[in-house]
């Protein structure tokens, strides 16, 4: 039996990280991932594939409904989505197969199975043929990331009724996609279909979409993507029942007055969230324990009941984010190695990848309102941005959140052009406890989006903006 300082199960974005970290730190290192390639759900069937996708989808939709405007003139584009996905599975394999190269320039053993524990120190590999090894560690860490949730009464055939993993595989596009859930996925999905040419219609049981987020941005996603691509909204509906008729499938829901409403597609894209992945990984015969809601049990620190057994990313508490999952990983890496390292949970931001793309870190102004914090708001509108007015992007905003005494910045919402890359500019800011008016001071390229981040810092310090 092959002895290691650490083995890790599952080899997504957070199990990955880990591995090269604890190889960097001089740790002998086992990476055990059940499928035949490396990543996770985020590379394979997950952030990375979607976003493919959705850049494919936005090249279209722009050359059907911008170029023109813009002064290129294309006759009758046509949607191959046979090349979309071929060109998506392609920037799939790229990505794993850079993975593979890091666990062999780091020295990382990779067993391929389904990995559990036989006990707290020997973990067991069943493999596709058939056959079992086991592998000895003197310490682990459980990666096993999240699977689609779904309704007790839905059954996901992946054929009419599907979750995003088949979304990304469709042969066809949809006449008519249902979505039930307006969360991430459901509508950076929804977003890929509507551009390509369908009817798309949301049906989300909460007064808002996104409700994670801030509920101004929520409010504004949903008039742009209503007002760009056509999407219908169907707010405060409750799911009832879904059925797949051969063609056709039926949703059936109970709207907020108690009445019922019946919609009817050819594809129900299922995306209520994730649950956490712990399904035969003998965790019992670890002694690992999980809380109420089927995760990992641990403490602040990462580790579980069972000494020298951690676990991270979506399979613990906290939001489903491979960017989360990573600095995770490296965190229980230095721990191990008796370093000291921290991480800020208040400062992982948020993204939707629809467009105008959502972006958010810190606290919302719903939950500063709840803890009862006294607070400025600043905001500026990118109908006012040069330099999104040269691109014609001007939908959204970004609203600045700073203490009322200390103006120190305490939320950040974006919802506009390229807002994924530039809420690091807050997160940043607020890693360092910067004031709305340090921003403020701060030089900021002309014309860029960023200027706006800017304006609403200048809007929170003192209403003086200087472009509205």
């Given at each position: 039996m092959e002895k290691f300082d650490v083995a890790i199960i599952g080899s997504g974005p957070g199990g990955y990280v880990a591995a090269i970290r604890c190889a960097q730190l001089g740790m002998k290192t086992a990476l055990i991932e059940k499928y035949n390639t490396l990543g996770g759900t985020c590379l394979n069937v997950g952030c990375i594939p979607s976003k493919a996708m959705l850049d494919s989808s936005e090249?279209?939709?722009?050359?059907?409904?911008?170029?023109?405007?813009?002064?290129?003139?294309?006759?009758?584009?046509?949607?191959?989505?046979?090349?979309?996905?071929?060109?998506?599975?392609?920037?799939?394999?790229?990505?794993?197969?850079?993975?593979?190269?890091?666990?062999k320039k780091n020295k990382i053993t990779v067993y391929t199975g389904h990995g559990s524990y036989v006990s707290k120190n020997v973990i067991e590999i069943a493999k596709?043929?058939?056959?079992?090894?086991?592998?000895?560690?003197?310490?682990?860490?459980i990666a096993t990331g999240s699977k689609p949730s779904s309704l007790p009464f839905i059954k996901i055939d992946k054929e009419r009724i599907i979750t995003s993993t088949e979304a990304l595989e469709l042969k066809e596009v949809p006449k008519h996609l249902i979505?039930?859930?307006?969360?991430?996925?459901?509508?950076?999905?929804?977003?890929?279909?509507?551009?390509?040419?369908?009817?798309?219609?949301?049906?989300?049981?909460?007064?808002?979409?996104i409700p994670g987020m801030d509920a101004a941005l929520g409010k504004e996603l949903q008039r742009v993507l209503k007002k760009n691509l056509g999407f219908e909204f169907y707010m405060k509906h409750k799911v009832t029942g879904v059925e797949n008729k051969g063609k056709e499938v039926t949703v059936s829901a109970d709207n907020d007055k108690g009445e019922k409403v019946e919609l009817k597609g050819d594809y129900v894209l299922v995306s209520v969230g994730r649950r956490p992945y712990t399904d035969n990984l003998g965790l019992d015969k670890a002694g690992v324990k999980l809380d109420d809601r089927g995760r990992v049990n641990v403490d602040d620190h990462l580790k579980t009941n069972v000494e020298g057994i951690y676990a991270i990313g979506d399979v613990v508490r906290g939001a489903m984010l491979a960017h989360k999952a990573e600095e995770e990983g490296v965190y229980v890496a230095e721990q191990m190695a008796g370093q000291k390292p921290h991480m800020n949970y208040n400062l992982i931001p948020g993204v939707v990848y629809t467009w105008p793309e959502v972006a958010a870190v810190g606290y919302t102004e719903e939950q500063l309102k709840e803890q009862g914090k006294k607070y400025k708001v600043g905001s500026f509108p990118f109908k006012a941005s040069g330099r999104a007015r040269a691109s014609m992007d001007t939908d959204g905003f970004i609203k600045v959140l700073s203490d009322e005494a200390t103006d120190e910045i305490l939320g950040v919402h974006m919802i506009g052009p390229r807002t994924a890359d530039m809420i690091m500019e807050a997160v940043v800011a607020m890693e360092y406890r910067a004031s709305a008016e340090d921003i403020a001071r701060i030089c900021h390229a002309h014309p860029t989006f960023t200027e706006s981040f800017k304006e609403a810092c200048l809007d929170a310090t003192a209403k003086r903006a200087l472009h509205i």
């Open positions: 090249h279209y939709y722009n050359a059907v409904h911008h170029f023109e405007e813009h002064g290129i003139e294309v006759k009758n584009p046509k949607v191959n989505l046979k090349q979309m996905v071929e060109r998506k599975r392609g920037v799939v394999k790229m990505t794993c197969d850079g993975i593979n190269f890091l666990m596709a043929d058939g056959s079992k090894e086991q592998i000895e560690a003197a310490k682990s860490i979505v039930i859930g307006g969360g991430v996925i459901g509508l950076e999905l929804g977003s890929v279909y509507a551009r390509l040419g369908s009817k798309v219609s949301v049906v989300e049981f909460m007064d808002r979409l």
